[in-house]
């Protein structure tokens, strides 16, 4: 890693912990950087902030004092989940305090370039293809960034022989102001956290930070199905790649069941290791990225067939009585669950829905519910989903949690129907996150399948 001196001997804010508030705070004292971590959970119920408070690193724990800030900090390095509207937040820019993501530290580290890949779904599964394919063509990749492992962290162990290979969120992108990445990916802008960017413009603006550093050396891969890309293409210093489903284009596009780089035949979309036209679109844009850095037909087309998916992303678990099941827990919007939809036969679907009520109805659903055998409802937003099911005229389970949910849904399932878990929703009114929602559901599987 590099040893930068910018934030040396300076005083430094870390806001919220978690796996990348730790992160930040670590690297933060071994560049020399005069550490405080404030975290709202209390100190005796915090394990990390115990352990950094071991380690010498200062930390105020229980609350979020705004009279911390008049300590003269330098720098603040927040949680990206936590808003700007926040107190703190507002505080530290109001005395002119720049506000970082912990992935502009990680920048300034790297020695590896970046790929990195954002945008409103698909981004687990396309930062994930990338990696795989990467390495299976002998260029060594590195996941990171909000796929789980904290850039931040990633980035000191990688060499300029590595590639970081970087799931960003908006949220993540919105505190970077040097970040550039070699390669951007944006697989798709839906109307997606408006609760958080108030605005779809201002969350596409957040999005389109990712390549504002960029220069024509770099390379910008964007979704032509889409003409809000399309209008982004003429917004950007970099290479614009474009990839596409609908349409031939000077990048990777899909004719005839068959996927493209420039013209020159890679492999056949039917040869994917898993389902939907959605993961046509993620193979494309990594059919890019992969031919950019000089990988291998033969090794894109073996990674991308033997692609399994990935967890929580329509992550096939297997068969109980011929009824599949499939975990898309991570779906927490509508145009994620209507991308998992098209991946089936309705008729054969049992759907499980619902979750954290956002205040919004479900109508953009209804078409793509139309024909579901089932529907299995669920969460505070129950009788929006239940509103929508009405409307496509589908038939529902009421469940009180996901456990009873699967089980609900089994019982109504028969021999060559699937067991979809894709809420189209937030797991926050019943579970921490998308990831214990889907070991919910993963474990009742497996429970299911023992008895």
């Not at 703190?88 to 502009?104: H, Q, R, S």
């Not at 040869?271 to 031919?291: C, D, F, Q, R």
């Amino acid at each position: 890693m590099k040893m930068i001196d910018v934030v040396k001997n300076k005083k430094v804010l870390v806001l919220g912990l978690a796996k990348s508030g730790e992160s930040a705070a670590r690297l933060l004292d071994k560049l020399g950087a005069i550490v405080t971590v404030n975290d709202g959970k209390p100190f005796e119920e915090n394990p990390t902030a115990q352990s950094l408070l071991e380690d010498g690193i200062r930390v105020i724990c229980g609350s979020h004092p705004l009279e911390l800030l008049d300590e003269d900090f330098a720098l603040m390095v927040k949680n990206p989940g936590i808003r700007y509207d926040n107190p703190m937040v507002e505080k530290a820019l109001g005395k002119g305090i720049p506000v970082w993501t912990e992935v502009e530290l990680a920048y300034l580290i790297a020695e590896a370039p970046i790929v990195g890949i954002t945008g409103s779904n698909g981004k687990t599964t396309t930062t994930t293809m990338i990696a795989e394919v990467l390495n299976a063509g002998k260029k060594p990749a590195k996941l990171c960034g909000n796929i789980g492992y904290p850039a931040s962290s990633v980035a000191q162990t990688a060499t300029a022989d590595d590639t970081l290979v970087m799931e960003l969120s908006s949220f993540q992108l919105m505190g970077t102001e040097v970040f550039r990445p070699h390669i951007a990916v944006v697989t798709n802008l839906m109307a997606s956290h408006l609760d958080y960017h108030g605005t779809f413009e201002a969350y596409v603006a957040a999005k389109w930070m990712i390549q504002r550093q960029m220069t024509a050396e770099d390379f910008v891969v964007l979704n032509f199905n889409q003409e809000e890309a399309k209008e982004l293409a003429g917004q950007t210093q970099a290479q614009v790649i474009p990839f596409s489903t609908i349409e031939v284009v000077e990048g990777a596009y899909l004719a005839e069941g068959k996927l493209y780089f420039k013209d020159e035949y890679i492999m056949d979309a039917a040869e994917i290791g898993v389902p939907g036209s959605h993961n046509v679109e993620n193979a494309l844009a990594t059919i890019a990225v992969a031919k950019l850095l000089g990988v291998a037909n033969q090794a894109i087309r073996e990674r991308l067939s033997a692609f399994g998916g990935v967890k929580h992303r329509l992550q096939f678990v297997g068969e109980i009585d011929k009824v599949a099941f499939y975990n898309d827990s991570k779906s927490t919007n509508i145009s994620a669950t209507q991308k998992a939809l098209s991946s089936f036969d309705n008729s054969k679907v049992i759907l499980i829905a619902g979750g954290l009520d956002r205040g919004t109805e479900f109508d953009e659903l209804v078409p793509d519910l139309v024909g579901l055998k089932k529907m299995v409802i669920l969460g505070q937003s129950a009788p929006r989903i239940q509103r929508a099911a009405d409307k496509a005229g589908v038939e529902t389970i009421a469940a009180e949690d996901i456990a009873e949910a699967t089980c609900k849904a089994f019982e109504a399932a028969a021999a060559g129907d699937i067991v979809l878990l894709s809420p189209a929703n937030a797991s926050w009114d019943m579970y921490a996150n998308f990831e214990v929602r889907g070991d919910v559901f993963l474990q009742t599987y497996e429970e299911l399948k023992q008895s």
